[in-house]
C-alpha cells in the first residue's frame, strides 16, 4: 500500500519562497503521476500541478509563473516550491498519486496535509 | 479551461434518505470524472472515477453516473458517516479542476 508523507515549514512570510517535500512509500516515484495539490481554509481543492514518470510536468496556469515541481528519485520523494507568496497562498497543501500509471487522476492516494500560514 | 459546477452547494437530508448531487463541465469530458469525499478536518478521499466506477472499499450505496457534461453523485440511503462535503474533478487534460464542493449535512 502507498503511503505519501510530508513535511514542510507551516509559518512563511509574505515574497518568500514555500517548499514542501513529499515522501513516497511502497512504491516508486519513477512511475506514476505526483501532484500537489491545495485547499485555502474553509474553501475547496485547487490542483497545483503535477511530474511525471515520462518526464514532464503540468502545473495550473493560475500558478504556474511561480511554482516548480521536481522529483529525487534517489530519495523516492517530491517537491513542491511555490515563490513569492502572499496570504492568497495560505492552504492546507496535500501530495498526491494518481490512481492508474497511465493519468495524474484520479488522485489514488493522497499525503497528510501541511497547513502552510503566510503572514507578516 | 473547462470549468466545473457542482449543485447544491449543500444540502440537509434524513437518515435514510437518496441523496444527489450534480456536477456539470463546462465542456464534454467523456468519463473522465471522479467523486471525493472530504469529512471534516480530513483528507479528501476517493469515492468514484471513470464516472461510475466505485474505488475500493467504498460502501455500495454511494453511486455515479453520466458522462459528457452531466455527472451525477448518489448515496441510496444516507447514513451519519455520510456527512462530509463532497467534490467532483475531471482529469481528462491538465490542469485538474475540481467543482466547488457540495456540504452534505443530516
Known amino acids: 500500500q502507498v503511503q505519501l508523507q510530508q513535511w514542510g515549514a507551516g509559518l512563511l512570510k509574505p515574497s518568500e519562497t514555500l517548499s514542501l517535500s513529499c515522501a513516497v512509500y511502497?512504491?516508486?516515484?519513477?512511475?506514476?503521476?505526483w501532484s500537489w495539490i491545495r485547499q485555502p481554509p474553509g474553501k475547496g481543492l485547487e490542483w497545483i500541478g503535477e511530474?511525471?514518470?515520462?518526464?514532464?510536468?503540468n502545473y495550473n496556469p493560475s500558478l504556474k509563473s511561480r511554482v516548480t515541481i521536481s522529483g529525487d528519485t534517489s530519495n523516492n520523494q517530491f517537491s513542491l516550491k511555490l515563490r513569492s507568496v502572499t496570504a492568497a497562498d495560505t492552504a492546507v497543501y496535500y501530495c498526491?498519486?494518481?490512481?492508474?500509471?497511465?493519468?495524474?487522476?484520479?488522485?489514488?492516494?493522497w499525503g497528510q496535509g501541511t497547513l502552510v500560514t503566510v503572514s507578516s | 479551461d473547462i470549468q466545473m459546477t457542482q449543485s447544491p452547494s449543500s444540502l440537509s437530508a434524513s437518515v435514510g434518505d437518496r441523496v444527489t448531487i450534480t456536477c456539470r463541465a463546462s465542456?464534454?469530458?467523456?468519463?473522465?470524472l471522479a467523486w471525493y469525499q472530504q469529512k471534516p478536518g480530513r483528507v479528501p478521499n476517493l469515492l468514484i472515477y471513470?464516472?461510475?466506477t466505485l474505488q475500493s472499499g467504498v460502501p455500495s450505496r454511494f453511486s455515479g453516473s453520466g458522462s459528457g457534461t452531466d455527472f451525477t453523485l448518489t448515496i441510496s440511503s444516507l447514513q451519519p458517516e455520510d456527512v462530509a462535503t463532497y467534490y467532483c474533478?475531471?482529469?481528462?487534460?491538465?490542469?485538474?479542476?475540481f467543482g466547488g464542493g457540495t456540504k452534505v449535512e443530516i
Open positions: 498526491s498519486r494518481g490512481l492508474s500509471i497511465a493519468a495524474a487522476g484520479p488522485l489514488g492516494f
Open positions: 511502497g512504491g516508486s516515484i519513477s512511475g506514476y503521476y
Open positions: 511530474i511525471n514518470h515520462v518526464g514532464g510536468a
Open positions: 465542456q464534454g469530458i467523456s468519463n473522465f
Open positions: 471513470t464516472a461510475s
Open positions: 474533478q475531471r482529469y481528462n487534460t491538465a490542469p485538474l479542476t
